[in-house]
């Protein structure tokens, strides 16, 4: 059985006194949910907060997750972060592959995969995000990118989650119908073999708590990783509500 989580990307937002109080409220909001087990809440704050925020988490079930990491253990990597560093501010999980990271920094599909290895020889959980962009979409490319964005990944991905999130939906306000996300997260437990079974696929792209229920009703969509929506406590813990609520018996988690 696989885990159904809700991930709060905080991206480059927030003052410190901000993101305190927003992982207070969502803590607070998330006790239900998470303690019943049902749902998995990941909060992914900038690096200079994990601390923090990692002592206002402190005894909750909510997770702490950081949004990238290096590739290397340690050494002379000016402004970088390692995951022995994540896992010291009490990470368990970190987002690699993000679009943000991928377009915006150029980040290559094998630079990704050098990243969730390191971060599974440090004991976190690779979040890897993959996505087409609008003209990949138009272009029928789809699958065909989300092939070369998973393959250097393929082996490891029993030990991650995933998260589809299209580029052309993120921060856009245009939200993939449950249709769309439901065949592309088939596409992808195709890919899985074996491991499909096991490995939650989340939906990212203009999340919100108008359109997150008819995506997670969807079977194939274990949850959500969230941006804009994950900033404001009520609606983020809303989410937590439907998510748990969300009929997708083939996604009904059992803490692993
Ligand atoms: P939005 O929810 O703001 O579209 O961002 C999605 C995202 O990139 C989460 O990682």
């Not at 159904?4 to 239900?32: F, H, I, P, Q, Y």
């Not at 950081?66 to 340690?74: C, G, K, P, V, W």
């Not at 959500?224 to 813990?237: H, Y």
């Amino acid at each position: 059985m696989r885990t159904k989580m809700l991930c709060g990307n905080w991206k480059m937002n927030l003052s410190k006194t901000e993101a305190l109080t927003l992982a207070a409220n969502v803590r607070d909001a998330a006790a239900a949910y998470a303690e019943a087990e049902a749902v998995q809440c990941v909060l992914f704050p900038p690096f200079p907060y994990l601390d923090a925020v990692s002592s206002v988490l402190e005894g909750s079930p909510v997770m702490l997750g950081a949004q990238t990491l290096h590739e290397a253990e340690s050494g002379a990597y000016t402004g970088e972060v390692s995951a022995s560093m994540l896992v010291d501010m009490g990470c368990e999980l970190v987002l690699v592959g993000h679009s943000e990271r991928r377009h915006g920094l150029g980040e290559s599909d094998a630079l990704i995969a050098a990243k969730a290895s390191r971060a599974l020889e440090a004991g976190l959980t690779p979040v890897v995000c993959v996505g087409e962009t609008g003209a990949e979409r138009e272009s029928d490319a789809t699958e065909v990118v989300l092939l070369r964005q998973i393959e250097p990944l393929k082996h490891m991905l029993a030990r991650c989650a995933l998260a589809y999130e299209p580029v052309w939906a993120i921060g856009t306000g245009q939200v993939a119908t449950p249709e769309e996300a439901e065949a592309v997260h088939a596409f992808l437990r195709a890919q899985l073999g074996e491991n499909g079974a096991s490995v939650p696929i989340l939906y990212g792209g203009s999340l919100n708590g108008d359109n997150a229920p008819s995506l997670f009703s969807k079977p194939g969509v274990d949850g959500g990783l969230v941006g804009g929506a994950s900033l404001k406590a009520e609606v983020f813990s809303r989410m937590l509500g439907q998510l748990r609520n969300s009929s997708g018996e083939d996604s009904f988690h059992v803490h692993a």
